[in-house]
């Protein structure tokens, strides 16, 4: 969480895990790695690394082609539901799945298009969890029926991990929502919040790293 550099900034809070070679990573998937092609010395100006990893570590958005094999990729997807009025709700501790009796106190009044659920009191940035809370699929039907466009949590994924069927995804790609995975949402109240969390214009992949932030409203 940062402080206001003036007293008119409003408050930011980070909510990405750091990525670095230890970041945790779905199993199977392409950890993050780095080398240097270039470093300061005699006749090199700069440093320059090269970075491979897979576009699902750390904070990201998942594009359609990752779970729709005619989807749209990350580079063709509309910006407008990374960016604006989000509701942070709390259901920690809430697994395996993230029923609507979890999230019903927090959904009142005008709900904004965008819906952030934190299940962990503190999340795992270190480890795999293979017992990550998931998104019941009906919950995310009706939060599309409340005109929710995207949705977001602080584990790697809105199904099951070892879901093969991926229903929650298959809501997303059917309703035409967006989706934010592997936040971190240990410092953040319940309550509205600006989202701020584009994706690269990468132009054939699957998904995205973003640096998700949350802004106060005022």
Not at 46 to 56: D, G, L, Q, R, Y
Not at 94 to 109: D, F
Not at 151 to 168: E, F, R
Not at 211 to 218: G, Q, T
């Amino acid at each position: 969480m940062s402080t206001p550099s003036s007293p008119t900034a409003r408050q930011l809070w980070d909510i990405s895990p750091p990525v670095h070679t230890g970041s945790p990573v779905f199993p199977g998937d392409t950890a993050y790695s780095q080398q240097w092609c270039a470093t300061i010395g005699p006749g090199c100006p700069v440093n320059v690394s090269a970075i491979t990893m897979s576009p699902h570590v750390g904070a990201h958005a998942d594009a359609p082609l990752h779970y729709d094999a005619q989807g749209a990729t990350i580079g063709d997807v509309s910006l407008d539901a990374f960016l604006g009025p989000c509701r942070v709700i709390h259901a920690i501790g809430c697994s395996p799945l993230i029923t609507w009796e979890h999230i019903a106190h927090a959904v009142k009044g005008t709900l904004p298009p965008r819906v952030l659920v934190r299940t962990y009191e503190h999340m795992p940035v270190d480890r795999w969890d293979g017992q990550l809370a998931a998104y019941a699929p009906d919950t995310i039907e009706r939060l599309a029926d409340l005109g929710v466009l995207l949705v977001g949590i602080d584990t790697a994924s809105i199904d099951p991990a070892d879901s093969k069927t991926l229903d929650s995804h298959q809501v997303i790609r059917r309703r035409g929502l967006r989706v934010l995975e592997n936040l971190v949402l240990d410092a953040v109240p319940e309550g509205d919040y600006e989202l701020i969390a584009l994706p690269l214009k990468l132009t054939t992949a699957d998904a995205s790293p973003v640096r998700a932030v949350l802004r106060a409203l005022d």
